[in-house]
């Protein structure tokens, strides 16, 4: 079990597809990176494996509390919490330095006494002459006996110079480097503690990881962690313990704006959290979207979570980047507010309303917004258009109109509002089919078509121009209130 304090046991796992999540805690947590944990989520869900959490922690002076808060919200929002205890990097630095010191001691990595005035001055040297720039330290091969005591030095691995390095990626196929162009890498800094490139390997081995699904951006990466990796394979196999082997790599590309460029703030929310809090979207409905953002099955759009555990390949990902389309995404989630419980609607959208209205008091009026959510839920992209489109509902009397209802209420339109708070005042059945049936017989008596008595009828109503149907809004309004708002603004 993976646990905070560093310690990890993937015995029991042993066998079985096992997959991570591994984001930085530097701030909320992104759009790709929800996808990234979907696709991970997927695949061991798929495979009947398991799905593991780590926070990459290591960056101290960037990584804050609030922001793994706010990772593991968003996870749990989406359903993407992991299935064992959430492992943190951090913890783990003694391990990260006891494989690097291995490394060292079998001759796969060295002491590096570079300085960094003499790195900058070869990496300034290489700029000048066009060159690419790589490290070539004297100390690769020198005799410990030749250390200079008590100077600082670094421990860089002993990369091959020699052939070069195939990943067979799940997305991108095959891809290769030349060994000549990885560097001797940094294993552990100057101060002891170990560097990103090798705490990664370190914890997806202890951990189990037999799937590495992340975005494209670390491709390049793979071929330095694959230089650890087999190092530490050999050292292993000469010692007769279990191997180090190869994880199988699946590098998704990055998303997209809908201009083609790479995701960024200008492109509008990033994070999970905007997403649920500013505008009002479902979990279902980010899940089902991300889902379709670079993977497809057919023409199918609509995708519930089961179906997409039992369909889910990460080689059906496609290798182009996907644009993330807002528009796209709030069509979805309309259609899962129609799906929607309405009950569960009623209680996500009462914090927006009670924020749009003083009208609206949640332990006295929740019955009556979860008993709208039928009618309100069919005009509604999001929670807050749900909620915007309930503020009839609780509005104070005497309503403050729109200017266009407004200018529906003429001296006639004021008058045939008298005549039909008549009509109702004398209504006996309140219920959408006695309300249709004597509206309709009062438009017909006057030669008017319904909509021209339901126009005006829906401003003095509602203060707007556009509602539920007028039957439904009489019927939710409930006798009294309907008529005194009717009365209002009638002549």
């Not at 990584?63 to 943190?88: H, R």
């Amino acid at each position: 079990m993976a646990s905070a304090n560093g310690t990890v046991s993937a015995a029991s796992r042993e066998g079985r597809v096992v997959t991570r999540f591994a984001p930085s805690p530097t701030g909320f947590l992104h759009i790709g990176g929800a996808r990234t944990a979907l696709f991970n989520w997927l695949y061991a869900r798929h495979h009947g494996g398991t799905y593991l959490l780590r926070i990459e922690d290591t960056d101290r002076a960037r990584s804050t509390d609030p922001a793994i808060e706010a990772i593991f919200d968003g996870l749990e929002w989406l359903g993407l919490g992991g299935d064992e205890d959430t492992v943190f990097q951090f913890a783990r630095s003694d391990r990260h330095a006891e494989v690097a010191n291995e490394l060292l001691d079998a001759g796969q990595a060295y002491r590096c006494y570079l300085t960094p005035a003499e790195l900058t001055a070869r990496r300034e040297k290489a700029q000048a002459e066009r060159k690419p720039f790589r490290i070539e330290s004297e100390w690769r091969d020198a005799d410990p006996s030749c250390w200079p005591e008590g100077a600082p030095y670094v421990v860089r691995i002993k990369a091959p110079r020699e052939g070069e390095t195939v990943i067979e990626d799940r997305v991108q196929g095959r891809v290769s480097v030349s060994n000549a162009e990885i560097d001797d890498f940094v294993l552990l800094r100057s101060d002891g503690t170990p560097t990103y490139m090798l705490a990664v390997v370190v914890d997806d081995r202890d951990m189990g990881v037999t799937h590495v699904i992340r975005g494209d951006d670390h491709l390049n990466n793979a071929f330095r962690q694959l230089v650890i990796l087999r190092a530490m394979d050999a050292i292993a196999k000469n010692a007769g313990e279990p191997g180090w082997p190869d994880p199988v790599y699946a590098h998704v590309p990055l998303i997209h704006g809908a201009d083609g460029a790479k995701l960024s703030k200008r492109h509008g929310a990033l994070g999970v959290d905007a997403y649920r809090d500013d505008m009002g979207i479902l979990p279902e409905a980010l899940f089902n979207y991300l889902l379709r953002l670079g993977w497809g099955h057919g023409d199918e759009e609509i995708i519930a979570r089961e179906q997409a555990v039992e369909w889910f390949d990460i080689g059906h990902v496609g290798k182009s980047p996907s644009r993330f389309d807002l528009k796209k995404l709030q069509n979805l989630n309309g259609h899962y507010i129609r799906e929607a419980d309405d009950a569960r609607l009623a209680k996500l959208v009462a914090p927006r309303l009670a924020a749009l209205t003083a009208g609206f008091v949640p332990a006295r009026d929740l019955a009556l917004l979860e008993a709208a959510m039928p009618v309100l839920k069919v005009r509604a992209a999001d929670l807050n258009e749900l909620a915007a489109g309930a503020t009839f509902l609780f509005a104070q009397r005497p309503l403050t109109l729109a200017e266009k209802a407004q200018g529906l209420l003429t001296d006639d339109a004021k008058a045939l509002l008298s005549a039909v708070s008549e009509r109702l005042a004398a209504q006996n059945d309140w219920t959408l089919d006695g309300l249709e049936a004597t509206l309709k017989a009062m438009a017909e008596e006057r030669g008017l078509g319904l909509g021209k008595l339901a126009q005006p009828l829906r401003a003095a109503l509602t203060g707007q121009t556009t509602s539920p149907g007028i039957f439904d809004v009489l019927f939710l309004l409930g006798t009294d209130e309907s008529l005194a708002r009717i009365r209002d603004q009638a002549a």
